[in-house]
C-alpha cells in the first residue's frame, strides 16, 4: 500500500472527535413532550441523530439533533444526504439530582455492549448504522424553561490496540482515472441507495470503481485490484481519522477476522465527494480476547468534552435556554402548567374543552371576582362579565379584584384590566346591565328599556355554554335560570349566607316528546325528564334555597366568599369533564367514583361555623317558578310577552306555579348572635404570614376582609408568570418582583389603612446542610425569624415545603403564639390551629431548672393541641431535590387554595373570639360547641373529590419534632446552636425525639405515613 512506512507510521490511530449540536427545536420539542406525554415516566427515549453534511471545507461537519429527533425513525427520510440517520437513545431524568446521579461510565458500558452484540449477531451487515449508537442525557428543567444535556458517541475500547500504519489523502494513493471512477460513483450511490454511514469500495485493475454495501463483501473478496472499507467521515484534519473508524475497525476484527484494514475516510463538502479530503489508510487490530464471552463488557469511552482515560467526575452539563422566541404563548404554557401536572398522576385535563367553553358570569361582585379568577385559573379563556354597579370602597377588601383607583367605575369596566393583567390570552366582555326581575312592574316609559335588557340576556345565555349566577339579589336569578332551562345551558349558582352556603348546578331543560319541528306540538309535549330521559334535576328555585340567601354581602362572613367561589369552579370544572356534562346524574355522599376527579354532586350546602358540608340531590320540581314544564311551555309559547307578565304582575307566577312569591326576607337572623367581635381589637392584632404564594395572597386578603390591618409577610421568592393564574394578587406588572414587596402594594391598593410590611427571606430548614460561609446568614434568618414571631400575636404557616414549618411551629409554641397551618394536597387540604405551648411545673426561680420542668399541660392546665408534625413519625427534611416536578410543584385544583385559605382566616377569627383563645379546646363537628360563634376545631381536613370535611383533635406528641417538651427544653437550653444542629444534621432530631427507637420498633414499621405527603405543597410554580 502506498504511504506504509512514510515518517511517523506505525503510529497509535488517534482520531477526530465528533461534535454533537442539538437545535433549540429539539429541548422545545421534548419539553412538550415531557409535560404532555411523558410526566413522571423517566425511562428511556429512543432517538435519532443525523449526520450533516459538510459546509467548510476548514471545518468538522457536525452532529445534529433535531424536533424531528423525537419522532420514530421510521417516519423520517432516509434518503436525504442532508440527514444521514442514526438511531441512540435519550435519558431524560426527573429532576437535577436524578441528572447528576446518572452512572455516566454505566451508560456507556451498557451501549458499547449493543453495539458488540449487534456485531456478533451479523446485525451491523444489514445495518452499519448500529456501529454509531449514542447516548444523550438530560434534564429538561420545565419550571425554568432550561434543559442540561450531555452526549456520548461510544467507542469500544479492547485490551488490543489499533495501529495506524498509513494515512494520506485519497487524490494520493489513487490514481487520476481511478479518483475520477470513484467520484463518479459515490456520486450515483448517493443519488440511489439509502445513506449508510458504511460501505465497500472496489477498484478494478481497469480502474473502474463501485460502492457496495458491506453485506456484499463475501462476494466481492478476491475479486479488486482494491478493497477499501470506506465509511462516511465527518472530518477535516488529514493526519487523523474521524472518531467512526473505531468501532469499524472492531467490527472488521471481530465479524471479518480482517487484522489489517484498507480504509476510506469518505468526506464530503456540501454533499459532493472531496478525495482531496478523503484519507485512504491502513490499520492493524490484533484480535483482541474475551469479547466472545456473552457477559464480556468492553470499556467504552465517548462523552463529549471528556478526554479518552479521564473519568466523568468533571464533566459539565450543556445549559440550553429555552425561554425566547415568543413571549406570549410562553406565558400562556406557563399559566397552563400547572393543569397540565394534574395529568401526570392524577387527572388529564381537557384544556381544549376549557378553552372553548364561553361561560358568562351574571354578577361581578364579591362571588363574581373570585370566581372569574379561579375559571382562569382552571384554563377557561372566553368569560363575559353582565353586572349593573360601580365599585365602592367597601367593595375593596371583599371583591378580590378590585383596587383603591377602580372606586366609582362600572365593575363590568373595571373587571376587565384586572382579568387582563392576571392572563393576557383571557378574551373577557364586559356588560353594564340590569338584569330584569319578576314581580317588579316597570312605568310604561321604561317598558322598552326593559325589554331590550330581557332579548339582551336572551341572547347572552343562547351564545354561552355556561353561566353563573351571581348577582347580589335572589329575584335576579329567576330570568337567567329560566332562559338556561329553556335553552339547555349549564347554569352554577352560588349562594352566600350570612355563614352558611349553597352551590348548586342546575339541571338539564326537559326533553321534547315527539320529532316534530312545530312549535305548538312542542308546547304540549315538554318531558319531565332530560335530552338523555334522565330525571331532571332542579334548580335554585325549586327548593328552599332562597332561605339561605343574604341580600348584604356585608354581612356574609370573610372568608365564605372563597370557600364558595372555589367549590362553585370546581363543580363547574368536573361537571365539564363528565360524559353527560350538563344531563349527568347528581351524586350523593359516599357513592362509589372512578372519576379522577371524584364525585359530581347536584347541590353542596355548608357552614363554616358548624364545619359541615352535605351532598344533597333534589328533582325540578313541578311547581317551580323558574324551571317547571308549566313555566317553560308558557315562555316558550309566549317568549318574553311571558317574561314582561312575570315582570310586571307580581302574582303572576305564582297563580300559575301555585308556589308563593320568589322574594325572601333579607334579614339574616344568625348574624345577630354570631358578631360579637370588638372591631377595634382585630383591628389590633398583628399578623405574620408565612409564605405569600397561592395561600399567602389569599389569607392576606381574607384576612383584612377580617378587619386585621396589621399584616407581615415573609417570603423569598419573586413573581414569576406562572404564579399570576394562581396567586390572587399578582398581576404582570408584578413579574420579577420580590413577592414580599409586591404583596404589600396590593394590599394597600385595597386598603390604604393597613399596616403591612414585607420581608424577603428565606426560612431556615432542617435537614438542608449549609456550607460554613452560609452559617452567619443562616444563623441571622433564624435570629430574624425568631424576633418576627415574638413581635406578632399569631402566625400563618403557608410556605411551600413541609420543612420550612418546623422552625416557625417551633419559635411559636416556644412563644405560645397562635399558630394557624394551612396545606393543600391534590385534591384536599388541611387546616389547622397548633396548641399552645407547655405550662411551667412548679415556681422555677432560674433557667435551669425551667428545662426540666416543662409541663405535659399548656397554661390552663389543659392537655396541648398537637402541631402540624405531631403525626410524623419522621422529621422534616429536604423533600424536594429528588422529585418529579408535580411533586416539586403544587399540583392542586385550582379551586382548593380559596377553600382552605377562606377556612383558616374562618378558624383564626373564631379562634380569636373564643374566651380560652390559644388554649380552647378542640372541638368536633356534632358536638354542640354551646358558643354562639360556632365550633372550633382543631383540625380541618377536606377533599375536593369526595366532597367531605373532618374536624380532627389530635394533642401534642411527646415524639414531635417540633412542640414536644424534649426538642422545647432543648431549644430553650441551647438556643440558636441548637437550631443551627438540626439544620445540619439531618437525623439529629429523630435521634432527640426518640422517632429512631420508634421506627425500629415492630410496631411502627407497618405504618402508613406515605399519606401525609399528599398534604404537602412544596414549591409553588
Ligand atoms: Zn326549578
Ligand atoms: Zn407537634
Not at 380541618?940 to 373529590?945: A, E
Request: with cysteine; hydrophobic share 40%; net charge negative.
Amino acid at each position: 500500500m502506498a504511504g506504509a512506512g512514510a515518517a511517523g507510521f506505525p503510529r497509535e490511530v488517534l482520531v477526530e472527535e465528533l461534535q454533537c449540536i442539538a437545535d433549540v427545536g429539539l429541548w422545545d420539542a421534548l419539553r412538550r413532550l415531557k409535560l404532555d406525554v411523558l410526566g413522571t415516566d423517566d425511562s428511556p427515549i429512543p432517538i435519532t441523530g443525523y449526520y450533516a453534511p459538510r459546509l467548510f471545507r476548514k471545518l468538522p461537519s457536525f452532529f445534529n439533533l433535531r424536533p424531528e429527533s423525537l419522532v420514530p425513525r421510521s417516519h423520517n427520510s432516509i434518503r436525504d444526504r442532508n440527514k444521514c440517520p442514526i438511531a441512540g437513545t435519550l435519558m431524560n431524568t426527573n429532576n437535577m439530582r436524578g441528572f447528576q446521579n446518572l452512572d455516566r461510565e454505566q451508560l456507556l458500558k451498557a451501549e458499547v455492549k449493543k453495539i458488540l452484540d449487534d456485531i456478533m449477531s451479523g446485525e451491523v451487515e444489514e445495518e452499519p448504522a448500529l456501529l454509531l449508537r449514542f447516548v444523550v442525557i438530560s434534564f429538561a428543567d420545565l419550571k425554568n424553561w432550561k434543559v442540561y444535556y450531555n452526549a456520548a458517541f461510544p467507542s469500544l475500547v479492547f485490551n488490543s490496540k489499533i495501529t495506524l500504519l498509513s494515512l494520506q489523502p485519497a487524490s494520493k494513493v489513487l490514481t487520476k482515472e481511478e479518483v475520477m471512477f470513484l467520484c463518479t460513483s459515490l456520486l450515483q450511490w448517493i443519488d440511489i441507495s439509502a445513506v449508510v454511514p458504511f460501505f465497500l469500495v472496489s477498484i478494478t485493475s481497469d480502474s473502474s470503481a463501485s460502492v457496495r454495501q458491506l453485506r456484499d463483501w463475501k462476494a466481492c473478496k478476491g475479486n479488486y485490484q482494491k478493497l477499501l472499507f470506506g465509511f462516511y467521515d465527518h472530518g477535516c484534519r488529514s493526519d487523523r481519522p474521524g472518531m467512526a473508524i473505531i468501532n469499524y475497525i472492531a467490527f472488521l476484527s471481530i465479524r471479518w477476522k480482517i487484522e489489517k484494514v484498507q480504509f476510506f475516510c469518505y468526506r464530503e463538502v456540501r454533499g459532493r465527494p472531496d478525495l482531496e479530503q478523503s484519507l485512504i489508510g491502513e490499520a492493524s487490530f490484533p484480535p483482541p480476547y474475551g469479547w466472545d464471552d456473552p457477559d464480556y463488557v468492553p470499556d467504552a469511552i465517548g462523552w463529549e468534552g471528556v478526554e479518552p482515560g479521564k473519568g466523568t467526575e468533571e464533566m459539565k452539563p450543556k445549559e440550553i435556554d429555552l425561554q425566547s422566541s415568543n413571549p406570549a404563548i410562553q406565558d400562556e404554557e406557563k399559566q397552563l402548567m400547572h393543569l397540565k401536572l394534574m395529568g401526570w398522576r392524577h387527572f388529564p385535563v381537557d384544556l381544549e374543552k376549557l378553552s372553548r367553553v364561553r361561560v358568562l358570569l351574571l354578577g361581578a361582585g364579591t362571588l363574581g371576582c373570585e370566581v372569574a379568577r379561579l375559571l382562569m385559573t382552571w384554563g377557561v379563556r372566553k368569560l363575559t362579565v353582565v353586572d349593573s354597579g360601580s365599585v365602592a370602597t367597601p367593595d375593596l377588601v371583599k371583591q378580590s379584584l378590585y383596587i383603591d383607583k377602580d372606586r366609582g367605575v362600572p365593575r363590568v369596566s373595571a373587571i376587565i384590566p384586572h382579568l387582563k393583567e392576571r392572563c393576557p390570552a383571557v378574551e373577557v366582555e364586559g356588560i353594564q346591565m340590569e338584569i330584569p326581575v319578576p314581580g317588579h312592574p316597570v312605568s310604561p316609559s321604561k317598558m322598552a328599556s326593559v325589554l331590550d335588557e330581557c332579548k339582551h340576556l336572551q341572547t347572552l345565555v343562547a351564545a354561552n355554554d355556561a353561566v353563573f349566577l351571581l348577582t347580589d339579589t335572589w329575584e335576579s336569578r329567576w330570568l337567567p335560570t329560566l332562559l338556561c332551562a329553556s335553552e339547555n345551558k349549564i347554569a352554577i349558582t352560588a349562594v352566600l349566607g350570612c355563614d352558611s352556603y349553597l352551590v348548586m348546578r342546575h339541571g338539564a331543560g326537559p326533553r321534547t316528546c315527539g320529532g316534530t319541528d312545530e312549535v305548538p306540538a312542542q308546547i304540549e309535549s315538554l318531558s319531565t325528564e332530560d335530552a338523555l330521559s334522565h330525571q331532571r334535576l332542579g334548580c335554585c328555585f325549586c327548593n328552599d334555597a332562597a332561605f339561605l340567601f343574604n341580600s348584604n354581602p356585608n354581612r356574609t362572613l370573610p372568608g365564605l366568599t372563597s370557600v364558595v367561589s372555589g367549590k362553585a369552579v370546581e363543580l363547574f370544572a368536573r361537571m365539564l369533564h363528565h360524559p353527560d356534562e350538563i344531563h349527568a346524574p347528581g351524586d350523593i355522599a359516599g357513592v362509589e367514583t372512578e372519576h379522577q376527579l371524584g364525585l359530581l354532586p347536584h347541590e353542596l350546602r355548608g357552614s363554616l361555623p358548624n364545619c359541615v358540608l352535605s351532598m344533597e340531590l333534589g328533582i325540578s320540581s313541578g311547581n317551580c317558578t323558574a324551571c317547571s314544564i308549566a313555566v317553560l311551555s308558557e315562555y316558550r309559547r309566549r317568549g318574553l310577552d311571558f317574561v314582561m307578565q312575570a315582570i310586571n304582575y307580581p302574582t303572576y307566577l305564582k297563580d300559575l306555579t301555585g308556589i308563593s312569591d320568589l322574594k325572601r326576607p333579607d334579614t339574616c337572623p344568625k348574624m345577630l348572635t354570631s358578631i360579637s367581635v370588638n372591631s377595634d381589637k382585630i383591628s389590633d392584632v398583628r399578623c405574620l404570614l408565612l409564605g405569600a404564594g397561592t395561600l399567602g395572597c389569599d389569607v392576606a386578603r381574607i384576612l383584612m376582609d377580617c378587619g386585621v390591618r396589621k399584616l407581615t409577610v415573609v417570603d423569598s421568592g419573586r413573581v414569576v408568570v406562572s404564579n399570576l393564574a394562581r396567586q390572587s394578587l399578582y398581576t404582570s406588572d408584578d413579574r420579577g418582583a420580590p413577592k414580599a414587596t409586591a404583596i404589600i402594594r396590593h394590599l394597600v391598593e385595597r386598603c390604604p389603612s393597613v399596616d403591612a410590611q414585607g420581608f424577603q427571606m428565606e426560612i431556615p430548614m432542617p435537614g438542608h446542610p449549609v456550607s460554613p460561609n452560609e452559617a452567619a446568614g443562616v444563623l441571622q434568618d433564624c435570629k430574624r425569624l425568631k424576633e418576627l414571631v415574638a413581635s406578632h400575636d399569631a402566625i400563618f404557616l403557608l410556605t411551600d415545603t413541609r420543612e420550612s414549618r418546623w422552625l416557625p411551629t417551633l419559635l411559636c409554641t416556644d412563644e405560645n403564639k397562635i399558630a394557624i397551618t394551612a396545606a393543600l394536597g391534590y385534591d384536599s387540604y388541611l387546616v389547622m390551629r397548633h396548641g399552645a405551648g407547655p405550662g411551667i411545673i412548679g415556681e422555677a426561680s432560674n433557667v435551669t431548672a425551667v428545662e426540666d420542668k416543662l409541663s405535659t399541660k399548656d397554661a390552663l392546665g389543659r392537655q396541648r393541641l398537637g402541631c402540624y408534625f405531631c403525626n410524623d413519625v419522621v422529621a422534616p427534611v429536604d423533600s424536594v431535590s429528588n422529585r418529579t416536578l408535580d411533586q416539586q410543584c403544587t399540583v392542586t385544583r385550582p379551586g382548593l387554595a380559596s377553600i382552605a385559605s377562606g377556612c383558616a382566616a374562618d378558624l383564626f377569627t373564631r379562634m380569636l373570639r373564643h374566651p380560652s383563645g390559644i388554649h380552647a379546646p378542640g372541638e368536633i363537628a356534632g358536638a354542640s360547641s354551646g358558643h354562639p360563634l360556632g365550633l372550633l376545631p382543631h383540625q380541618m381536613r377536606g377533599s375536593l373529590s369526595q366532597y367531605n370535611l373532618l374536624t380532627l383533635l389530635g394533642y401534642s406528641s411527646s415524639n414531635c419534632t417540633a412542640c414536644s417538651n424534649v426538642v422545647l427544653s432543648e431549644y430553650r437550653r441551647r438556643g440558636m446552636d441548637f437550631v443551627m444542629q438540626v439544620i445540619n444534621e439531618p437525623t439529629y432530631l429523630e435521634d432527640l425525639t426518640g422517632l429512631t427507637d420508634l421506627m425500629k420498633s415492630a410496631a411502627y414499621s407497618e405504618v402508613e405515613w406515605v399519606d401525609e405527603t399528599d398534604e404537602e405543597d412544596v414549591v409553588e410554580i
